[in-house]
């Protein structure tokens, strides 16, 4: 019998080393990453976990209902970051990019038709921010010099304040992923929805890397992307949306 919490890891480790190789996750881990381009970053995600948030609050069937955790949410731990970067008025400086507003399309296109995956959209981010997202959040708080307890709130759980937290939390996400009784079919339909959600945060870091290449200029781009290049797979791409 499959458990879905190993089908996901299993079924997107090859989406995963695909995203932390893409050109933006390459810069950002090598402290290349600026204020105008985090700030974007962040004004996207601001708009992804609304979206998803709303989505996983409203949810109306017991399986769903389960996998919403009020404590990983990340909407308010952005916008506290906005106000940081943008100032107080930074809800109307910030729009989603397009490759953000297909990823939101989804979002909604499935709370309505088939809730049950967003659960796939719940694990690709959550999961990864109390992963990966933990050493990103001391790169560049010490890439852009932030003063003490500004710029990162992204990336704080107050709820889960230390590492053992997060990882017992993590351990609990996925036994909650493993006791939900889903049968192999909604198994598969879950992880192929969460390589899409890999490749939708794909494509939004893909759409800050012009700015990024500017920035940094040719030479330093071409050395960072070349290096350690994974099987070059192109992403699947999102299916055209209507926005
Ligand atoms: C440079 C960028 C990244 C690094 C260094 C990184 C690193 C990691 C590490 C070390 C883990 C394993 C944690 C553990 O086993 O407890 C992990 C897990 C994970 N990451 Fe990333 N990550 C990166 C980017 C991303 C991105 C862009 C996403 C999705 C948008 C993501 C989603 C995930 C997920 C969903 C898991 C959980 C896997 C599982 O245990 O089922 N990561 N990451």
Redesign the pocket.
Known sequence: MTVL?LA??EG?AEA?TL??H?AF?KC??RGLITPSLFRQFLANLYFVYTALEAALASATSDRLGAMYFPELNRSGQLAEDLAFYYGDNWRDQITPLTATRVYLSRIHDLAQSNPLLLIAHS???Y??DL???Q??SKIVRSQLALPEGKGTAFYEFPALPTPEDK?AF?QRY?ETLDSLGLDEDAIARIVKEANF??AL?CNL?HALEPELKTTIGDQVWQSVVIENQPSRREHPRPAAVAV
């Open positions: 919490s996901l890891r997107t995963h995203a932390e893409t996750m950002f881990v694990y690709t981010r999961m990864g992963s990966g997202g050493a990103l990882k993590k996925r959600a890999f945060n870091m």
